[in-house]
Every structure is written in structure tokens, then in C-alpha cells.
T-cell receptor, first 114, second 113 residues
């Protein structure tokens, strides 16, 4: 299994540009999440999905959009990039609604918005 | 509501000495507790978890954690630190019925040779 994969690894955008961060998992996990990691802030949840066709907002959803058309893929869209969205983005997945399942994380995407 | 706190931004320890990284939590119901490690420029990796049963949980790379219900704590420990243990450590909590965990801010562990 490849686990959780993310592309691209690095990205530089100009203010106002849009882009999509890709995330895929091959473990047939129901739950997928997007986090951003900023120094001193830990991990903050952006959006999550509990299955294909179902998404919900996390702690910091503004400026981001998600969709979940398949179990495997969970792309994160930046609608109009802003410097405040400069961060490292992680996608994660876990097996089911059971609260004791651990998450599997992708390697991250480092985004810089100029 | 669930929350978790890691009171130390950084922990310094000499190689060969025991290490402790602290975590306290708050939940409404039963807690499920997790530790993850993040090496530089990598994603988070699962270390260990507490679900129920024995309060001492053993995990990867020689790490263990002790669940203390009365003190609402879940401290990460290792009897003898290695330089290669230097990394960022995250504690996370999910209360029963919660979809998504809440993460602490992370503790940077630095092991000196």
C-alpha cells in the first residue's frame, strides 16, 4: 500500500491565484481530513469527510473548499490564495467512525503565497 | 467538548537519560488518547494509543505512555533517550462518538549527545 499520498510537495503561488492540493489513500478509509500546520499553532483542522459525498467544516475552513466524489480522493481547493494561507498542509485518513482508530498522514504540501 | 494541552513547547534531555513529554486532556465522556511523532519535513506518524484497559501503553521505538484518569494526563515516556528521538511530538484526544481528534500544539524534543 502507498498509504496517504499528497501532491505537490512544494508550491509557490501569487496572491489571488487558485490551486488544488491533491490527496489520495489506498486503504479504503472512510474518514479523511485536511490540516494546516503553522509554527506554534499545532495542527488545525480545515475540512473533513466521513465518506464519499459527505464533507464538513473544521476549525479554519475559510478560503478553502473540498469535495469527496470517491472514497480514495479528497482534494483541497484554494479559491483565491492569500499570504495568510502560507503553511504546510497535511491530509490524513482513518478507518471508520470508531473513535479509537489512529490516523494515517500524508507527507505534506509546503505552500508559499507571495 | 474535547481539548488537549501540551504544557511544554520544548523538552531537552541528554542521550541515555529518561524522557517525559507531558499531555493533559479534557473530555465529556471516555477518552481515546494518541501520541504521534513528526520528524523534520515529514508527516505525522502514529506512536501509540490508549483505548481501555492497562494504564501503561507500549508503542513504537521503545516509547510508552501512562494514562492517569484522576489527573487527566497521558504522558509519553522512554527509559533511555536517543539522539534520533529528536522530533516534534503531538498528543491527540477523541472522546467517544467524536469523528475527529483534537491535537495539542506539539512539543519539540531535543536529545543532546
Amino acid at each position: 500500500n502507498a498509504g496517504v499520498t499528497q501532491t505537490p510537495k512544494f508550491q509557490v503561488l501569487k496572491t489571488g491565484q487558485s490551486m488544488t492540493l491533491q490527496c489520495a489513500q489506498d486503504m479504503n478509509h472512510e474518514y479523511m481530513s485536511w490540516y494546516r500546520q503553522d509554527p506554534g499553532m499545532g495542527l488545525r483542522l480545515i475540512h473533513y469527510s466521513v465518506g464519499a459525498g459527505i464533507t464538513d467544516q473544521g476549525e479554519v475552513p475559510n478560503g478553502y473548499n473540498v469535495s469527496r466524489s470517491t472514497t480514495e480522493d479528497f482534494p483541497l481547493r484554494l479559491l483565491s490564495a492569500a499570504p495568510s494561507q502560507t503553511s504546510v498542509y497535511f491530509c490524513a485518513s482513518h478507518l471508520s467512525r470508531s473513535s479509537y482508530n489512529e490516523q494515517f498522514f500524508g507527507p505534506g504540501t509546503r505552500l508559499t503565497v507571495l | 467538548a474535547q481539548s488537549v494541552a501540551q504544557p511544554e513547547d520544548q523538552v531537552n534531555v541528554a542521550e541515555g537519560n529518561p524522557l517525559t513529554v507531558k499531555c493533559t486532556y479534557s473530555v465529556s465522556g471516555n477518552p481515546y488518547l494518541f501520541w504521534y511523532v513528526q520528524y523534520p519535513n515529514r508527516g505525522l506518524q502514529f506512536l501509540l494509543k490508549y483505548i481501555t484497559g492497562d494504564n501503561l501503553v507500549k508503542g513504537s521505538y521503545g516509547f510508552e505512555a501512562e494514562f492517569n484518569k484522576s489527573q487527566t494526563s497521558f504522558h509519553l515516556k522512554k527509559p533511555s533517550a536517543l539522539v534520533s528521538d529528536s522530533a516534534l511530538y503531538f498528543c491527540a484526544v477523541r472522546e467517544e462518538g467524536s469523528y475527529i481528534p483534537t491535537f495539542g500544539r506539539g512539543t519539540s524534543l531535543i536529545v543532546h549527545p
